[in-house]
């Protein structure tokens, strides 16, 4: 379909459901947006945030039976495979899917490459495939080339201007926060995101986690504990009635709740990377000796708390959790204060 307005092919940007490839994939559609081309994006976190990003628009995800028809209408299709068609990409099934749409990701199979020009050139004028640019030939891996300390947000900004060739890209969203929200109102509550999607590798333990909200709370803060729905009653087992551990409806009701608390401090999570694109400072204790890891939340104010030690242990691949100090994290929340305090 060509969109009316301005001329271009219609776009369709499919994301990966987890929250911080959701937040990535809500960055690239932004960018998308803002380099003139109507980009519809499809993602149930990014459609829980839709009232915070109106300029975008955003459908919820649909089940992979109801993908061909909702993708039908849109001239080219940009699409991390959801888990669920993952689990179905046999080579076959691939072979069908990379000819059908432009298949990209983080660190893609080279299986998933596939150049669309010829295919678009029968159905599109030569003026309307050269206002796509580099999109129809850019499926495959992000990560398209050699990185170093650069974080997944600066790798996919290096993608779109690239590989997208792109004219302009930034890196920040723009924000409507929901009337009535205000950033930072609670400046002395600090949510602590005790869980992650790998809890045997990522998570700090949950009795340093408490350590840390009494420490907070001995130093004035007002620590809550935010986890999963699913972790929400190992957690409130777990604070004993000490710390509040709330429950939030949706992805922007927490958002909300982020965006006016002082800080985040998360293992290596989704909560963090939210934080991060809601500008809210954030500190992540990260288990290796790695503070530039890629997938560090990349958009507000940063920190990285690692251990000062990893020690090969029989049944994991180290031992680091001993080798994370409170003090430290707390010296890396200070300075964010003594920050914000130097430009008021």
């Not at 559609?29 to 109106?54: C, K, M, Y």
């Not at 700090?204 to 986690?209: G, M, S, T, V």
Request: with cysteine.
């Amino acid at each position: 379909m060509i969109h009316p307005r301005i001329g271009r092919p219609t776009i369709a940007l499919v994301s990966f459901d987890s929250l911080g490839d959701s937040l990535i994939y809500v960055m690239m559609a932004e960018n998308l947006r803002a380099n003139g081309f109507d980009v519809t994006l499809f993602g149930n976190i990014a459609h829980q945030l839709q009232s915070w990003i109106p300029q975008i628009t955003i459908r919820a995800l649909p089940t992979v039976a109801e993908l061909d028809a909702a993708l039908a209408p849109f001239a080219l299709t940009l699409m991390s495979p959801p888990a669920a068609l993952r689990a179905q990409l046999t080579p076959e099934e691939c072979r069908v899917a990379r000819e059908k749409w432009v298949l990209i990701c983080q660190k893609a199979p080279q299986e998933w490459y596939f150049d669309h020009r010829e295919r678009l050139s029968g159905r599109l004028s030569t003026e309307q495939l050269e206002a796509l640019r580099g999109l129809p030939s850019c499926a495959g891996s992000i990560r398209f080339r050699e990185f170093t300390t650069e974080s997944v947000v600066d790798i996919t900004l290096a993608y779109m201007r690239e590989k997208m060739r792109l004219d302009t890209v930034v890196r920040n969203v723009p924000l409507s926060p929901p009337e009535g929200l205000q950033r930072g109102r609670h400046h002395k509550r600090i949510v602590v995101s005790p869980d992650s999607a790998g809890p045997d590798k990522k998570e700090w333990h949950p009795r340093a986690f408490l350590s840390l909200c009494r420490q907070l709370r001995r130093n004035g803060y007002d620590p809550r504990i935010v986890v999963a729905p699913r972790n929400h009653a190992r957690w409130t087992g777990l604070a004993a009635g000490e710390f509040e551990v709330p429950v939030f409806a949706d992805i922007g009701s927490l958002a909300g709740f982020i965006y006016e608390s002082a800080a985040l401090i998360a293992n290596d999570s989704g909560n963090g990377h939210l934080a991060s694109f809601l500008g809210v400072p954030v500190i992540t204790i990260y288990r290796k000796r790695n503070e530039h890891f890629h997938w560090r939340p990349a958009w507000g104010p940063a920190k990285v708390v690692c251990p000062v030690l990893r020690l090969p242990w029989p049944g994991e691949d180290a031992l680091w959790r001993p080798f994370i100090g409170i003090r430290r994290i707390l010296r890396a929340l200070h300075s964010f204060h003594s920050l914000n305090h130097e430009t008021q």
